[in-house]
């Protein structure tokens, strides 16, 4: 059981992002700390903090339920594509350690999904 990330086009061989939930979670937690806060700490995952304190164009994917909930826009998709980007070229110039490289390929299946998103003026779907 897991997660699927993709484009709302209706058509079936669109390219895809997909995880188990608990490495959705890893992957969300990395991108949180790369934008330099502790998803734990944030409302709605087990903290207090308020998303309003944390100004980050990944806020839509980061604050979203795994499943379910609202599609995101393609406006909201070229916003997380362009810090997506950012964040794995940093990734790139970090290191290579197994967990790090894993969590790059993974951004890169969601950077080509929400670039499809874009390019078809679709949203992008959480199932």
């Not at 362009?82 to 993974?106: C, P, T, Y």
Request: proline share 7%; charged share 25%; with cysteine.
């Amino acid at each position: 059981m897991g997660l699927v990330l993709f484009p709302g086009d209706g058509d079936n061989s669109s390219p895809d992002v997909s995880w188990p939930y608990s490495s959705f979670g890893a992957f969300r937690q990395r991108l949180a700390e790369a934008e330099g806060f502790v998803l734990s700490e944030m409302w709605g995952f087990g903290g207090e903090r308020p998303w309003s304190e944390v100004p980050t164009a990944l806020e839509p994917l980061l604050d979203h339920p795994d499943d379910g909930g609202d599609d995101l826009s393609p406006a909201k998709c070229a916003s997380i594509l362009a810090r997506l980007e950012a964040i794995i070229d940093q990734w790139v110039r970090e290191g290579s350690d197994q967990s790090l490289q894993r969590h790059i390929e993974d951004a890169r299946q969601l950077a080509d999904v929400l670039r499809l998103c874009i390019e078809k003026d679709v949203p992008l779907v959480f199932l």
